[in-house]
Every structure is written in C-alpha cells, then in structure tokens.
C-alpha cells in the first residue's frame, strides 16, 4: 500500500462539463482530509500532508473498526453543531485552540483497498465500495458516506442553486405578505401569447386598485407578486387569488385557465393561484434554475415585459452585466407597498 497519497484537486474550467455520466459531489464546509488505514492503526493528513491524526484521533479511531485490513479514504473533516448543522466556525477554533468540538468524516472517495490500487477504476464503482464499506461502520460514529448527484453537471449545479421563498415573513407566519400569480402556459403557447396574458391580468388588478410586480421564472412563464400588508390569514388569500385566476378564465376563455388538469389547458395559460398556500413555495427573485445554461428568475419593470424579451434571456452568465447595467431597481417599492384586499375588491370578480 503506498505510504502517502495526494488528494485530487478540482480544475478549474470556463464552464461545468456536460454529459449523463458526470457524478457531482457535495461540497463541505470543512478540511480536506485523507485517511490510511493499516490493520490495527490509522493516520490522517491534510491536503499538504501533514499528520492530524492527534486532533482527529475520534475519526481514526472508527476508521480502524472498519472491516478492512488497509485502505485510502478521502474526505472531509467537518464539525457539528447541537442541531447538527456544520459549522467551520466550530472545526477552526478546534484546529487552533483546542477546543472541543463533534468531528464527522464524510467520505467521499476510496482509492485503495485491501491489496488493490483503485485509483483507475470507475468513480462510481469505487463509491459504490465505499458505500457497502462504511455501512458496516457505527451508524452514531463519525464515518459518514458523503453522496452524489450523477447527471449533466450544469443542469445539476442550477438545481443546487434553486431556491425557494414562502409567501410570509416573520413574525407574521400565517398571514401572508404577498400573493402570487404562476402564468404558466401549456407547450404550444407562445412567449407572446403570455406576454399578453401577463399584461392583462395587471389591468384587472389595476382595476381593483392592486399595484402587482412581474418577473421572469427562468423557465416558460411569469410570476405576477402583489406585495400584502399581512392581516389575512392563508385560506383568505389563496381565496382571492381563486377568484382572480376564475375570473379571467371566465372572462377570456381562449387564452386563460384556472384549472391545474393538463388536458384542459392546451393552447392556454394556466393561472396558478396555488402557490398561495400555506404549504406551497415560488422560486426566489434571482434564483437560478435546473435548466441549460443555468437561467436566473429575474424581477424586471412592466415596460421591460415584451415579446423581445424571452423567458429564459437571464442565464448565470449574464445576470450580474444586466444588474451593472440597471439605474434603479424596478422592484424599489415592493417593500413599502402596503395594500389590503377588500370585500369591494371581491364583489368585483363575482359572477355576475
């Protein structure tokens, strides 16, 4: 077995690479670290070699009770907090003062084993080893598989970067502060066609007296938010969003539909009032998405809403030159909107 390894280093590349068969690894907040394992004792060294093992000994210590007789692990060290989060707060005041802190080892890669160089056989086979390894390990002890997201990296890294907001802020959990309408159209609905539909649904709302903002979701359609001064409880608002999606699908029956079932919304728009709901989430302003080229949703001014404009024009190649280039922002009132939704505002989308 060799007496030392060097950990493999990222590269660093213009772009993620493509292709089914990348296997993209979790990144941790914590050290890189190798461990060797050789019968009954076991070292770990950091990625310029040098031996930790008296500050780690907890992890070398399970790595000896591992049902092998030599190995390589490669990993990262990181430090726990009460909750069970990882702090690299907690692992720096350990590595330099001493303290005292809950280390885990997520591993991430065996490159020998048991007599056998591994290093030249498929990353998906040695973590598949890895994986049978380490279950026979202490399931409390620190020894943790570290996983991984196989697929088309870029796609894979917009995925990871997706995020999510709930349509309520603290302290006011259960009164939202904001409604939400998801222009979502069926596949042969063209950008234009929901460029119009968006444009519609702000006259109604302009007509009940409702100022509304827009922006692109990254993906086909657009989010249409009405900021809320949060005094109505969830079930009220997804209500009035109910009765704003019905009303324009009553309305313009060609172009809208407020029903969520597929078969009934070809050559539509579905108007999502769903995201209105205490369990329900919309993608962030400025999130990126899992799709090609990574696009970001972007909160844009209604005079930049056009059929120019497609859906998927900001990518995470492009957002921070489109920002730089802004000269105010057009979502600037957002916060200091403060609106009701009113009985009158409701009698006016009843049916007549």
């Known amino acids: 077995m060799p007496a030392m390894l060097k950990p493999q280093l990222a590269t660093l590349v213009e772009r993620a690479p493509s292709g089914e068969d990348w296997l993209s690894e979790v990144k941790f907040d914590g050290y890189r670290a190798l461990c060797r394992v050789e019968k009954s004792s076991a070292g770990l060294f950091t990625r310029a070699g040098n031996d930790w093992t008296r500050r780690w000994n907890a992890i070398a210590d399970a790595a000896v009770r591992l049902p ?76 943790k598989y570290s996983d991984h997201i196989q697929g088309n990296a870029p796609e894979v890294f917009a995925h990871v970067l997706e995020r999510h907001t709930w349509g309520a802020s603290r302290p006011y959990l259960d009164l939202p502060d904001r409604m939400i309408f998801d222009l979502d159209p069926a596949p042969d609905v063209a950008w234009p066609q929901v460029v119009q539909g968006a444009q519609l649904v702000k006259v109604l709302l302009d007509e009940i007296g409702l100022a509304s903002f827009v922006k692109t979701t990254g993906g086909k359609g657009v989010h249409i938010v009405v900021p809320l001064k949060p005094e109505k409880p969830w079930d009220q608002v997804k209500s009035f969003s109910r009765a704003i999606a019905e009303h324009m699908s009553r309305t313009l029956p060609a172009l809208f539909t407020a029903n969520l079932s597929k078969k009934k919304r070809t050559g539509k728009i579905f ?25 970001v949703a972007t909160p844009i001014g209604w005079d930049e809403l056009s059929a120019e404009l497609q859906p998927d024009s900001f990518t995470i190649a492009n957002i921070g030159a489109c920002l730089d280039r802004l000269k105010n922002d057009p979502w600037q009132d957002f916060f200091t909107v403060r609106q009701r939704l009113t009985k009158k505002m409701m009698g006016a989308l009843q049916q007549p």
Do not use: C, M
Not at 81 to 106: K, M, V
Not at 275 to 295: G, K, Q
């Open 68 to 143: 092998l007789e030599q190995a390589w692990l490669d990993g990262e060290v990181v430090a726990l907090t009460d909750a069970g989060t990882i702090s690299f707060q907690l692992l720096q005041n350990a590595a330099r003062r001493g303290d005292s802190a809950r280390l885990a080892y997520y591993v991430f890669d065996l490159l020998y084993l048991d007599g056998y160089d591994l290093r030249t056989v498929a990353l998906h086979e040695r973590k598949r080893l890895l994986k049978t390894l380490l279950e026979h390990g202490e399931p409390s002890g620190p020894l």
């Open 271 to 295: 108007i999502d009032y769903l995201r209105n709901d205490l369990e329900a989430t919309a993608v962030a302003a400025y999130s990126t998405r899992a799709r090609l080229n990574a696009s």
